[in-house]
């Protein structure tokens, strides 16, 4: 790589490692990030499972990539939230007057967040197995699953990185990022299957990229139940590959519109 390319890199990872020290520095970010994924596995484990069934899996271990795949959604829009904080407090003004790369804050942004996910994942984890959510793939598999995910949550970091930069605070992003990603969790496959779901809703749900992520993780984690046919929806029939054409396609149409945003953003 030529030192123009590998410039953006080396001071993204620079602004990526003062996000992670702010986690050190102020835990709090860490603990209530990891707080409501555990309050959620804990409800629909012990609450709410008792009353769904799931034809030949336990309902603990068919809810656990759900839960996995909203955190990762939910993970990301400290992206945007960050984004927009650093915008109002006049921390991006300041990387102005540095000679660093532009794309620098939103690559170190979205890196440090990325972190923010293994650890929250790892967390969730833990509980899912004390909660009795159980492995039955291949370590290759598994791993593949947990990569999926973090590559979803990264390619939906510039989604928000978007809306962060979009709105004039975090107040707004917050209520803003609510309204949409509130929405693709819940008409999913998340916590229940679709195949009940009324038509329009139901097509939707078949169509989310939350689903086919969903579907994806539960497959490759071996949570599936394989004397059930497969969904008849395309999407979640070839959930994996679904899952990267959603990734590469936010990838494809975000990541140079973040830095579109950006530039605007940094001069008004």
Request: glycine share 6%; hydrophobic share 55%.
């Amino acid at each position: 790589m030529t030192t123009a390319t590998l410039k953006p890199l080396r001071d993204g990872m620079v602004v990526a490692r003062r996000n992670l020290i702010k986690i050190k520095r102020v835990p709090d970010l860490l603990v209530f990030s990891t707080a409501s994924p555990i309050m959620f596995i804990l409800l629909f484990a012990y609450v709410f499972g008792s009353a769904i069934d799931v034809p030949g899996v336990s309902y603990r271990e068919f809810l656990m990539a759900g839960i996995f795949t909203q955190t990762v959604l939910f993970g990301a829009t400290i992206t945007g939230s960050g984004l927009a904080d650093d915008i109002q407090k006049g921390i991006v003004d300041r990387f102005r007057s540095l000679p660093m790369a532009r794309s620098a804050v939103l690559v170190g942004r979205t890196t440090s967040d990325l972190v923010n996910n293994v650890l929250v994942i790892i967390v969730m984890s833990i509980t899912g197995l004390i909660v009795g959510w159980r492995i039955h793939s291949s370590p290759l598999e598994a791993l593949a699953g947990f990569g999926l995910l973090l590559l979803f949550a990264y390619a939906f970091s510039w989604v928000m990185a978007v809306v962060g930069l979009s709105v004039r605070s975090p107040e707004v992003f917050n209520n803003a990022s609510f309204i949409f990603v509130f929405p693709l969790t819940f008409i999913a496959n998340t916590f229940v299957g679709t195949a009940n779901l009324p038509g329009p809703l139901k097509v939707f749900a078949e169509w989310n990229p939350v689903s086919a992520v969903t579907q994806a993780a539960r497959e490759l984690f071996g949570n599936t139940n394989p004397a059930v046919p497969p969904p008849d929806a395309w999407p979640l029939r070839h959930a994996v590959l679904t899952s990267l054409l959603w990734i590469a396609a936010l990838l494809i149409v975000f990541v140079p519109l973040a830095v579109d945003r950006y530039k605007k953003a940094v001069s008004r």
